[in-house]
């Protein structure tokens, strides 16, 4: 069966980077695409960026360009999200979701469990 | 600014019809807003409902339907339950750099 099995919560000081993994198994990674989405605490949700399983072309919301990067390493099915340049406002939920390029573009239909990043000095 | 609009909060009764909207601050939903619907109870992650307007995920039950009414994207579910309560989201694809856009989520009560 298809799951996304993330990294562990993660603590981190204002200014520092954190990077969270998605380790992916039940299917072949590599076609399909990637999504993050992110839940601040009491928060609705927040498209964070996507990766191409295809290509590994990506996108991101301009309001965190320059501050994300996803990517992925198809020799262990896992795909990445880094943020940097920490602030409080990061505090969230992060969740990474499989995107099925077949049916035009969606979100996708598997999410992780979540990896909660608190950012605290 | 592109703002996806839900009701902050709806309520049906056990066994009851609702229909969620998913608006836009200005102008109006289509389908090549490809728009999705998520379901996430406090503590779990979202679950997917729907995508591309009226395709169900897999798994999810026939009484979760999507579709385009008037100017909006809806999600109707019919016979309610009682596990049904829980936040519900939309959201739509924007296409170009933006993508996707969320709305605020709609909390849904059963009573």
């Known amino acids: 069966q298809v799951q996304l099995v993330q990294s562990g919560p993660e603590v981190k000081k204002p200014g520092a980077s954190v990077k969270v993994s998605c380790k992916a198994s039940?299917?072949?990674?590599?076609?399909?695409?990637t999504n993050w989405v992110r839940q601040a605490p009491g928060q609705g949700l927040e498209w964070m960026g996507w990766i191409s399983a295809h290509n590994g072309n990506t996108k991101y919301p301009q309001k965190l360009q320059g501050r994300v990067t996803v990517t992925t390493d198809t020799s262990t099915s896992t795909a990445y999200m880094e943020l940097r340049s920490l602030t409080s406002d990061d505090t969230a939920v992060y969740y990474c979701v499989r995107e099925d390029p077949r049916v035009g573009p969606n979100l996708g239909d598997y999410w992780g469990q979540g990896t909660l990043v608190t950012v605290s000095s | 600014q592109t703002v996806v609009t839900q009701e902050p909060s709806f309520s049906v009764s056990p066994g009851g019809t609702v229909t969620l909207t998913c608006g836009l601050s200005s102008g109006s939903v289509f389908t090549s807003y490809y728009p999705s619907w998520f379901q996430q109870t406090p503590g779990q992650a979202p679950r997917t409902l729907i995508y591309s307007t009226n395709t169900r995920s897999s798994g999810v039950p026939d009484r979760f339907s999507g579709s385009i009414l008037g100017n909006k994207a809806a999600l109707t579910i019919t016979g309610a339950q009682a596990d049904d309560e829980s936040d519900y989201y939309c959201?739509?694809?924007?296409?170009?750099?933006?993508?996707?856009?969320f709305g605020g989520g709609t909390k849904l009560t059963v009573l």
């Open positions: 959201a739509l694809y924007m296409g170009g750099g933006i993508s996707w856009v």
């Open positions: 039940g299917y072949t990674f590599s076609t399909y695409g």
